[in-house]
């Protein structure tokens, strides 16, 4: 977690460009930022794939979605920024492809061709060597017409994970107001507030819609253990009755998939709901989150 | 004890004790003014100890029943604050655990546990 607060990832936030509304969850478009943010909690979910090839979760790449609440807690805890990219994005990307062509050509032409000069020098050094441990004489200069077609047939041309594209449509902007539109958008503090407190006490949330709730929480990283519990969406602590038939629905069901249906709400005090903002929150965390863990009896 | 019997406390002991084969079952004393309500816990024990969380020093288990008409649930009854209440001023301090019954108009009654806090799935 300290290196990262050191080097926070980057986390793209597709918003409108007249009405300030976020139109896409928050991704992250780097490879070594998904494995170090993995790392310390946070697994979010694979969504990239070809239009034409739409493969199964299993082979899906960059970008990562984040849920919102996993967004919110990485820049929270110092290990992430926030960069809005404007939208309408895929005309922008051809209106730069049309304007731009030609130098975009010309640069990656010449990317292309270094990576092959270095390539080739690396091929023909480890040639030499070879050949120099075997004891015999290299003759490169000799047979430099053979070994060099050689040598040209195993170049490789590197696919990059990342576009460079990307880059021409980002731009910082003061994180607390992303977050207010996001949370806006596709939370509630008080979800946020349930995601916060299981995550200190180890949990790993993930989309909890396959279950019947808005998070699904595992005891560790989801490829090495089950998930014990469902969580509903944050009541009311004070004033939202529990809804007895859903309580049932979502206690059998979980009982069924070896999992406890959790409630839970924020004891907010006598707090306004318009303080409970990022700034609120990072001064204080006073709030506190009351849970309760359903599970069918097994009778009745 | 005498019991009114249009409680559902009644319906539950009488359901606990006859049809899930309860030992034991008895309205507790204590109560809890709640929303023009007041709430009474049962206290009994299972026929099998199915797990040994709350097993005494006679190695019997005693829960505390909970009960709830399926009807209430809509008139701002059973809120995260009430259940925390209960457990505070209804439960024994170290009680982890309430079940919780679910009367409908019909007769029928389903039990669920609620566990205080955070809990996982218990050893199957």
Known sequence: MDGLKQKPVEIKVFVSEDANEVILSPLIFDIASIEAIRKIGITGTLSGTLPL????????????????????????????????????ISSRFSELLDS???????????RLQKSFELQKKYKQEQHILKMKKLG???RIDKGASES?????????VRTSDT?????????QQISGKIINYLVANYSSWDNYLLFQSLREQNYIMSPGARFGGKYIAYPGDPLNYHSHMTVRNALDYYNEPIDMLELACGARLGTTVKKLWVIGGVK????????????????????????????WAGFG | MSVDRDSIEWLVQTNLLHFQKWKNVEVQDRSLSWKDRKI????GSPPQSSSEDN?????????????VSLSQYNEQYLTLECLDEVYKQLCDPFTERLLLAIVNDDGTIVFYYIYKGIHGPGKV
């Open chain 1, 100 to 110: 731009q062509s030609e130098q975009l050509e010309q640069e990656s032409k010449l």
């Open chain 1, 136 to 138: 015999i004489e290299s």
């Open chain 1, 268 to 295: 907010h005090g006598n707090r306004e709901k318009s303080d409970r903002t990022v700034q609120n929150l990072l001064l204080n965390k006073e709030d506190d989150v009351s849970f309760f863990s359903v599970e």
């Open chain 1, 163 to 171: 576009s460079d594209l990307m880059n021409h449509f980002s731009n």
């Open chain 1, 53 to 88: 090839a739409t493969q199964q979760n299993l082979f899906l790449s960059v970008p990562l979605k984040l849920m919102v609440e996993e967004a919110i807690w990485l820049y929270i805890n110092g290990c992430a920024k926030f960069s809005v990219m404007n939208g309408p």
């Open chain 2, 40 to 43: 009474k816990l049962l206290k």
């Open chain 2, 55 to 67: 097993l005494d020093e006679n190695g019997t288990i005693e829960e505390y029943i909970l009960p």
């Open chain 1, 148 to 156: 060099n077609a050689l040598i040209e047939s195993s170049l490789f």
